[in-house]
Structures are given as structure tokens and as C-alpha cells.
């Protein structure tokens, strides 16, 4: 076998239909709000995880939307549910059952595997 | 799909391409990969339709390679290529014709950027006049050499011996085209059928008997990328691009696919060696790879030449299972000779891609 | 409003390419980079269309600027006008005027190419040539290709190409006069002080990294990190 | 005996202007191209943001054109200026000559086909909001069985300098989120989505059916414009898009695309701007006195404007601009009298 020295590289578009989002359907059975995020930015803007770390709402429920939860959880960690997020969301989602419910509805689907 | 639609859109590109007297000038990388194919686009041009055609040894690269790998400033190729058009215009020519698409595509950008900035174009003159002592008028007519292909597809038919055609079937061969992206992409009307729907390799395959298959992914670049492929730590952009499209294409089972870029039919070749070695996967049928084509080497086996003149056997992939179906005949003793039947080795055979 | 984005100005393909992004994503839909490298050309643009000089210092010094492949496919989709391969040029340019293409691993990668090019295009006239393309650099060049090349002149005498000959022809020798004409040409319009310029960062980059000059040179042709690729891959 | 006013265009702005011309006293005469009154209406089903049967509204305006001349299937031929009046000549061979001349010639929708990429009237599966709104009002089957995954392509022709469209069309985004909707009704199981720059709720209760759309619908909006679309061999699309907020490419594999057609001037704009000596402004609309104070108002004697005729306009102010112009032309012919 020659040795060429690359090789093919992954593609990193998103497929989006080949997604399949059985947990976020579940979360939207938890909090319908979930599907009223209209990527505005206020939460993000005013999170005070968000100073420090990569924790970011918006960027969160969007990812989760993608189906790229595992890169998505960890950033969970870092919200100290302060609810800043809850007082600026203009649609007032109430951010922090959505958050509580992320938690609990992916936390089921890791112990499931 | 529906035919008529691209038609339409065909109908609303119409370039204009004067019939003689042409200055021409040619491609590095087509020299160095395709000689053959500039030889027989000078054999149709002259020797079979009579044209004037007319090539100065002084002409040079436009540089153009260079240019998009970032190792010459734009005003370096913007004089190589003032260099070019005093040329034409010492020669007493005003018809432009070049056998590069990333030539075709500088040309048409270095003559719109000057039509906007006239002072770049000032700036330019000077240059050529310090350096060379040279001056020079703009082409009245810039062609790319599939343009005068496509122009004559017709008379080519008339002439022609073979068609793109399955002899045993006899239905048309499934033919992809793939068109290089400078050729329309930045100048969509400077382009034969424009830049979504190129129709100058089309109108080739249809007038010689082909079938034209549009793949989700015909639009996109082989993957060239100039630096992409120029050096080896990129290379895996380059192959992964060509991957996509093979894997577009594939469902469509095509019988081979024609190009009018220089780079495109050597990568859209190479890359499927170089799959099949890594992961085992050919797209032709039997283990084969989809052949690859330069335009000229199209209009030549349909105008019945020797495929070894022609030069197939310095593809990869092979053709042999498309000129059977075509019914060219040739000599598979003759393929590996040097000139006047000297005998040279055959080229080892790939692991996973069938060669002949 | 600063230098870097002032002197960016200046250039005739940031005048032609950058009027106004609506950050649409017509460009990265389809970009061949963005799906493999980490890479998206709408964010270039944005980010040269804040006119920030940090963040345009960041981009010069940066991997980013050149996943590009020029294929210049983003030209047609957008519905601005806009022209992101050309913006992209346009920051090479600057990146390698400025020195800072040395601070990024693809920037390096200028010495190799611009040996490479420069080197065929003032020696022989032609950018890419028969007798530089060495098997052992591009073995994808096939089996085919190694029999190409070690029956070069019978190989290139059968396909009616005039290697090394004088008159008009396939890879003919290209008239000495000529080659003078592009070395002078060369000489006026700044190529020769790119090669110059990017000769001395690379040395003292060399340098800098422990690394003779050919040591660099070769590792700048091969060397591939992973963080070019999108983490998700 | 009552004086007559000329009326070019009967789409809902011509239609409405009319019918309040002659309640002041005037005889209207109404000038369409088509077979029909109606405009584009006639060939719409539902209008948003409440979804109510878009013939409620017209068949009762079409059914009130007492004292009205209306004429279809009929074109202007010419139009002079004699002293203080106008001379309409018709295709039809009749003659009006009138002091006031209404233009309410509308818009034309973009047409998609010069959006090359997106392969509308090559690609069977690509349609256009006009052709879905026709589907919902005919009530006909579907075309195509296992429509899984159903894409609306917002602003095609529209905020776009390519195409010669920069502005606006104002009123896609909701109809995209409508038809969204009632899409959604037609196949439940499908995945739909809507690809949007921004989304343009500003009209009352916009913003409603928007919320509607993502909580009780489920419709997926994607911030990007798509860039391509493409066939497989099965007839089905591919569309290409960058998912902007996320920053990757996107690709979706679809069964259905929809294409918002944006609205562009009216084919007759340029024509009826010579005979009347106006001036179209650079998007090719006509261009009012003001974009403020008088939209209905030209720069010449006697010629005023409703509706779409000067840019994108949704429904109800199409009907009050149709209301606020036959005032002024009341008005102006009262002057001219006294």
C-alpha cells in the first residue's frame, strides 16, 4: 500500500434530516417552551456562567435542536440557575424549568445507554 | 427534471464566438498532464475546419497558478497577461483564445477590473512598457478553447465516426460533465449557458449522441484549491472534495464524465486511484473507475483517432471499457509504446482499481 | 476604522468584493473549505467589515485565511455582490506584505509555494512543468504517472508535445528574451520582493522555532495539524 | 351626469377605489388586463395572520360594482394630455377623456426561474407560493405522494441585488409562516422548514402566528439563506443553506421546496410611466410625491396612485390606500371646480 501521506477528511455539514431528536421531543413535552426560542441572544447576553465559560442558552437549545447534545451537556454544568436569563427572555420562556427539564430529559436518555 | 427548463435558460446565454482567425495560447497544466489534447483542439481548429489558429513560441504562463497560490501579487499577473495581449497584438490578431479556464477566468476578471479602474489599467501599461517595451490592445473577443469546440460541435458530428452512443444497446451513454469554476462562476454571462447551467460541454454530448446526467453535486469544485492540492498537508481538502462528488455522482451510474478545465479531469482521475487504494472503493463498473476526458480527447475518439494518440493511456483510471462500448477500435499491445512502436514498459498495476 | 483596514481598502479586490454582507450564509453553504476545514467565509467578511484592526491582526496572523481554495464558487450565490474568494485574496496579499503569514502553520506553507512557482515560472515560463513535478512529492500522480515519468521524453515525444524544443508546441522552450521579460516584469511589479520578503520572515521564523531552512521548508510542505478540522469530526 | 375617473389595474386597490369613487359621486372606469377582477387575490386561498378564505373578501367587492364601467381583457393603448384632461384610449377601441387617473396596477410576483439555483421550472419537487396557493384553493390532490420533509424558502427575488430586487416584499415572511402552517395541516407527519434572513413579523398579530408556527405547529426555522438545490436521482431535493446561527453548512434532503416569490413592479410600470411622464424610482416601482405624507400622489395633474403600484403592500393597506385615494381625487376635482 502507497503511503500518500493524507486521506479523506469528514464532512461537517449538517445533515439535518438524518437527525433524529426523540429527547427533544421529550423536552418539549416537558416545556413547549423550548420551541418558542427565537435566538435573540438576551439570554446569553446577560448570563453570568456565560462571563466566564462557554454556557450559552440560545447556542444550547440550538444545538440540541441539531442533534449535537454531547458537545452541547456540559455547558449545562456551568448555569448556577440565577435566572437572569428568565428576566430578560422577551418571549418569557421560563428558562429555568427548560433548564432543569435539559437536565433531566438528557440525563435519562445518558442512563438509558 | 424537466428539460425544457434549462433551455431555457440555455437560450438566455448566448456568447458570442467569432468562426476564424484566432491567437492562441496554452495551459501548464494541460501541457504538462493533457499535450495530446492541445494538439488535437489544433487539428480540428486547423486541419479539419481550416481555421486560422495561430500560436507564438514567446507566449508564456499568465501566471495565473501562481496567482492564486499567493506567490505573485496581482499586479505581477495582471503585466504577464498585458505581456500576453501585446503579443496578440503584435501578431495582428484580436481574437483571444486560451486553453486554461483559470487563464479564462483572470482574463475576464483583469478586463472587467480595468473597465472599472481605469487608472489600474494606466498603472499596468507603464509596467509593461518599463519592463518588456511592450504595448498592447485588450482582445476584442476572449474565448475559452471549449467555447470554439462547443461553436463547431456540430460540424465535429458531421465529421465524426463514433458517436456516445453504447454500440451493443445502443442507447446513449450517460455522460457527466464537469465544467471548471473559473469558466462562469464569477462571470456567469461570460459563459456558454451561464453558471448554473453551463451548456458547453452539454451541447457537445447531445450533439454527439451522449446523454447529459445532472448529479446533486455538479456544480461543485474537484477540489483543486490551487495551495489545496499544491502542497501535500493540504491534499486531503482536495481528494475529499472529488470524493463528494464521486459519491454524488455515483448512483447515476455514468459511463464517464468530460471536463474542459485542465486540472479537473487529472484529480477527478488521480483521486479515484488514490480512493481505491485507501479505502478499497471504485465507482465504475467491474472494479473500474469512471474514465475521465479532456474535450478534445471526446471530439477526438469521436472523430475516430487512435486513442493512444490521444493520449488515454496516460489516464489512471481506465478507458478501455468505455471504447468498448463506443466501439473505437484499438491496439491494447500499442497502448505503452514510445514513438514509432519503440517499446517501453507497461506501468505497474494499482492493488484495489482495475487497470488494463 | 483602522491602518490594517485602511491599507485592506486600498486593494482593488476588496473594492470589488466587500460593498456590504448581510451575513445570509449563501457562501458558506457552499463552500468547499467550510464543510472540511474549520472555516467560514461569512465570518471573514463580517469580520472585515467591522473595520476592527484586532480582530483583522488576528485573521493575517491565522490558519483561517488560507483554507480557501479560490475555487470562487461563494461569487455566484451572493446576493450582495460581494465576492468572498476575492476578500480572502486580499488578505493573503496583506498577510504575506505585513510578514505575519509566518505565525500561522497553512501561512508557512508560502516558502515551499512560492520556491515552487516562482522557481517555474521564471525558469521555464510555465507554472506547472514535467520535469519539476517529482513523483516521490505527488505520488497520487499514480502508476501511470511514475511510468510518465521515468519514460518522460518517449512518453511526451509519442503525445506530439515539443519538451525542451524551440518553436511553438507543447512545453516548447520558452525563448530566453521571454524569460528575461518575465524576470523584469517580476522585478516592477513586486513579485520579486514577495519572494524576498517571505524568504527573510521564514528564516527568521526558522529561527525562532530551532529549525533549519529546509527543515522548515519540508515540514511546511507536510505537516498537518488536527485543529484545522472541525472538532465535531 | 357624473364624471368619470379612470381606473387602471382591478386587483383589490383598483376594485375598492372604485367602489369609493362612485359612493362620492363619480363614475369609475375600471381598467383590468385580465380576464378577471381580482388581481392576485382571485387565484389566492387564505389570507393571514387569521387564515380566513381570501373570496370572502372579494366575492362581495366583485359583486358591488354597481356604477362602475369595468372592462377586462382590456389594456391602455395610449394616454395624451389635452389642456387640463387626459385621454385614455383602450384596447378595446373606447376613448375616456378625465380629469383624475388612477394607477393601481399592482405588482408582478418574481419569477422564480431567475433564481437559476433554486431550479424552479427544472426541478418538479420546487414550487412557488403562488402554485401552493393554488393547490389550497383548488383543493386538488397533491402531485407527489411521501412528502416527508416539506422547506419554504424565504426573500427569492427578494433583498437581492442579484436579481434585481433590493427591496422587501414585505409580506413573504408571514405568508411563508401561513402556508407553513397550513402545509403542516395537509401532511401532519412532515418535518417542515422555513429558511429565513430575518423574520419580518411586523404586522398586529404577525408575531401571534409566528409563536403559533413553533409551538402548536412545530415548524423548524432556520436562519440562512439557501444557497442551491439540486435532484437526486429519485426526484427528490437537495438544498444547501448555511445554518448561520449554528455556523455550519446545512444540507437538507426534501420532498418539497417552496419558493417565496417576492413582488417586483408591475410588466406595465415603465410603460404607463412614459405615457403619463412620471418617474419610477430605482427598485421600479412608481414614485408618490412622498413616501410619507401622500404615497397616492404623483408629481403630475391628475394622476394618483394605490397599492402596490408603488411598492410592496400588504392587504388592508392596499384597501385603505385604495380608500385615501379616492378622497384625494375627490378633493382634487373639487378644486379643480371651484
Redesign the interface.
Known amino acids: 500500500m502507497i503511503d500518500f501521506g493524507y486521506g479523506l477528511t469528514p464532512s461537517s455539514t449538517l445533515k439535518i434530516e438524518d437527525v433524529r431528536l426523540p429527547a427533544f421531543g421529550e423536552l418539549l413535552r416537558r416545556e413547549p417552551d423550548a420551541a418558542k426560542c427565537i435566538a435573540c441572544g438576551s439570554c446569553a447576553a446577560s448570563c453570568s456562567a456565560g462571563v466566564f465559560t462557554e454556557m450559552n442558552l440560545r447556542r444550547v437549545i440550538l444545538s440540541l435542536q441539531r442533534g449535537r447534545e454531547k458537545e452541547t451537556l456540559p455547558l449545562l454544568r456551568h448555569c448556577m440557575l440565577c435566572g437572569k436569563c428568565q428576566l430578560v427572555c422577551p418571549r418569557g420562556v421560563n428558562t429555568r424549568h427548560l433548564i432543569l427539564s435539559i437536565g433531566k430529559v438528557y440525563q435519562l436518555e445518558e442512563d438509558k445507554r | 427534471m424537466i428539460y425544457q427548463g434549462k433551455q431555457k435558460i440555455w437560450s438566455e446565454y448566448q456568447k458570442e464566438i467569432p468562426t476564424d482567425h484566432w491567437f492562441y495560447v496554452r495551459s501548464c497544466i494541460r501541457q504538462t498532464f493533457f499535450p495530446a489534447s492541445e494538439k488535437m483542439f489544433l487539428e480540428i481548429l486547423r486541419n479539419r475546419l481550416g481555421k486560422d489558429v495561430y500560436e507564438t513560441p514567446s507566449h508564456t504562463t499568465c501566471g495565473g497558478i501562481a496567482y492564486h497560490s499567493e506567490a505573485i501579487p496581482q499586479e505581477t499577473v495582471m503585466t504577464i497577461i498585458a505581456r500576453q495581449f501585446a503579443l496578440m497584438t503584435e501578431a495582428g490578431y484580436e481574437n483571444y483564445v486560451c486553453s486554461c479556464i483559470t487563464s479564462f477566468g483572470l482574463y475576464t476578471e483583469v478586463m472587467e477590473d480595468w473597465r472599472e479602474f481605469p487608472e489600474l489599467e494606466a498603472k499596468i501599461r507603464e509596467n509593461l512598457w518599463k519592463a518588456t517595451k511592450r504595448e498592447f490592445k485588450t482582445p476584442k473577443y476572449l474565448a475559452h478553447a471549449s467555447d470554439l469546440v462547443y461553436k463547431f460541435r456540430n460540424e465535429i458530428a458531421e465529421q465524426a465516426k463514433f458517436r456516445l452512443v453504447n454500440r451493443e444497446t445502443g442507447r446513449p451513454l450517460r455522460v457527466v460533465e464537469h465544467i471548471g469554476c473559473h469558466y462562469a462562476k464569477m462571470f456567469p454571462s461570460k459563459g456558454v449557458g451561464g453558471a448554473e447551467y453551463p451548456y458547453v460541454l452539454a451541447g457537445m454530448v447531445e450533439s454527439w449522441g451522449g446523454e447529459v446526467v445532472d448529479y446533486p453535486e455538479r456544480r461543485h469544485c474537484c477540489g483543486f484549491g490551487f495551495r489545496q492540492y499544491l502542497v501535500k498537508a493540504n491534499r486531503g481538502y482536495s481528494l475529499s472534495n472529488t470524493h463528494k462528488k464521486f459519491e454524488s455522482m455515483e448512483p447515476f451510474k455514468p459511463d464517464m464524465i468530460i471536463t474542459n478545465c485542465p486540472g479537473c479531469p487529472y484529480f477527478l482521475d488521480r483521486w479515484q486511484y488514490v480512493i481505491a487504494e485507501q479505502t478499497g472503493k471504485t465507482y465504475g463498473e467491474n472494479g473500474y473507475g469512471i474514465p475521465v476526458f479532456t474535450y478534445e480527447e471526446v471530439a477526438g475518439l469521436v472523430l475516430g483517432y487512435d486513442p493512444w494518440d490521444l493520449g488515454l493511456q496516460t489516464h489512471q483510471v481506465a478507458v478501455e471499457p468505455l471504447l468498448d462500448k463506443m466501439g473505437v477500435p484499438y491496439k491494447p499491445e500499442d497502448k505503452y509504446k514510445g514513438l514509432n512502436g519503440k517499446r517501453l514498459q507497461r506501468p505497474e498495476f494499482p492493488m484495489n482499481i482495475k487497470c488494463c | 476604522m483602522g491602518k490594517l483596514y485602511d491599507r485592506l481598502s486600498q486593494d ?2 476588496i ?2 468584493g466587500l460593498k456590504a454582507c ?16 474549520r472555516y ?1 467565509p ?2 471573514i467578511v463580517s469580520i472585515v467589515q467591522s473595520r476592527d484592526d484586532d480582530a483583522i491582526l488576528e485573521l493575517l496572523k491565522s490558519d483561517v485565511i ?8 461563494c ?7 460581494n ?1 468572498p474568494g476575492l476578500v480572502i ?1 486580499a488578505l ?2 496583506l498577510s ?1 506584505e505585513l510578514g505575519y503569514f509566518v505565525e500561522s502553520e ?1 501561512g508557512r ?2 516558502l ?3 520556491h ?3 522557481g ?2 521564471l525558469n521555464y ?6 520535469l519539476t ?1 517529482a513523483y516521490e ?1 505527488h ?10 515519468k521515468e ?1 518522460i521524453e ?8 515539443h519538451l525542451g524544443q ?7 522552450k ?2 530566453q ?3 528575461d ?2 524576470k ?8 520579486t520582493r ?1 519572494m524576498e520578503i517571505v524568504e527573510e520572515k521564514s528564516r527568521e521564523k526558522a529561527a525562532e522555532m530551532g529549525l533549519t531552512m529546509e527543515e522548515y521548508e519540508a515540514q ?5 495539524s488536527s485543529c484545522h ?5 | 351626469m357624473s364624471q368619470n375617473v379612470v381606473v387602471i389595474g382591478g386587483g383589490p386597490a383598483g376594485i375598492e377605489a372604485s367602489r369609493k369613487l362612485r359612493d362620492l359621486g363619480y363614475t369609475p372606469i375600471l381598467i383590468e388586463k385580465e380576464p378577471v377582477l381580482g388581481g392576485h387575490l382571485a387565484r389566492w386561498d387564505r389570507l393571514f395572520p387569521d387564515g380566513v378564505d381570501a373570496s370572502t373578501f372579494l366575492d362581495p367587492m366583485i359583486a358591488d360594482l354597481d356604477g362602475i364601467k369595468y372592462f377586462t381583457d382590456t389594456e391602455v393603448a395610449s394616454i395624451n394630455r389635452l389642456k387640463d384632461t387626459w385621454v385614455v384610449k383602450l384596447s378595446n377601441g373606447l376613448s375616456a377623456q378625465v380629469r383624475a387617473i388612477l394607477l393601481t396596477t399592482g405588482f408582478d410576483l418574481f419569477k422564480a426561474e431567475k433564481k437559476e439555483e433554486y431550479g424552479y421550472g427544472i426541478y418538479e419537487r420546487v414550487i412557488t407560493n403562488a402554485d401552493l396557493e393554488a393547490w389550497f384553493k383548488s383543493g386538488a390532490a397533491p402531485q407527489f405522494d411521501d412528502v416527508k420533509v416539506i422547506g419554504f424558502v424565504h426573500c427569492v427575488g427578494s433583498r437581492d441585488e442579484k436579481a434585481g430586487n433590493r427591496q422587501c416584499s414585505k409580506v413573504c415572511c408571514v405568508t411563508a409562516v401561513k402556508q407553513a402552517c397550513e402545509i403542516k395541516e395537509k401532511f401532519p407527519d412532515a418535518t417542515v422548514y422555513c429558511f429565513y434572513m430575518d423574520l419580518r413579523m411586523f404586522g398586529r398579530k404577525y408575531e401571534d402566528l409566528y409563536l403559533k408556527a413553533q409551538k402548536e405547529y412545530g415548524i423548524r426555522f432556520v436562519r440562512g439563506r439557501v444557497s442551491e438545490v439540486s435532484e437526486d436521482l429519485d426526484g427528490h431535493l437537495f438544498v444547501k443553506a448555511e445554518d448561520t446561527l449554528f455556523g455550519k453548512p446545512m444540507k437538507l434532503k426534501a420532498d418539497l421546496l417552496v419558493l417565496m416569490s417576492g413582488m417586483t413592479p408591475a410588466a406595465s410600470t415603465q410603460q404607463l410611466a412614459r405615457m403619463v411622464n412620471i418617474q419610477t424610482g430605482d427598485d421600479g416601482f412608481f414614485l408618490p410625491k412622498s413616501l410619507i405624507v401622500s404615497p397616492f400622489t404623483s408629481s403630475r395633474e391628475g394622476i394618483f396612485f394605490a397599492g402596490a403600484a408603488t411598492g410592496p403592500k400588504t392587504l388592508p393597506e392596499t384597501l385603505s390606500e385604495a380608500s385615501a385615494a379616492a378622497l384625494a381625487i375627490d378633493h382634487y376635482l373639487k378644486t379643480l371646480q371651484r
Open positions: 482593488y479586490r473594492r470589488e448581510i451575513s445570509c450564509g449563501t457562501c458558506t453553504a457552499i463552500c468547499p473549505a467550510a464543510e472540511f476545514y467560514n461569512k465570518k488560507w483554507y480557501c481554495g479560490e475555487c470562487m464558487s461569487v455566484t450565490r451572493c446576493p450582495r455582490k465576492a485574496v493573503r496579499a504575506i497553512k506553507q508560502q515551499p509555494l512560492m515552487a512557482l516562482q517555474n515560472v515560463g510555465y507554472c506547472v512543468y514535467p513535478f512529492m505520488p497520487e500522480y499514480g502508476l501511470v504517472g511514475k511510468w510518465q519514460h518517449d512518453v511526451y515525444e509519442r503525445l506530439g508535445a524551440v518553436g511553438p508546441g507543447a512545453l516548447r520558452i525563448p528574451e521571454s524569460l521579460e518575465l523584469a516584469i517580476f522585478d516592477i511589479t513586486g513579485a514577495w511546511a510542505f507536510t505537516k498537518t478540522l472541525n472538532p465535531e469530526n
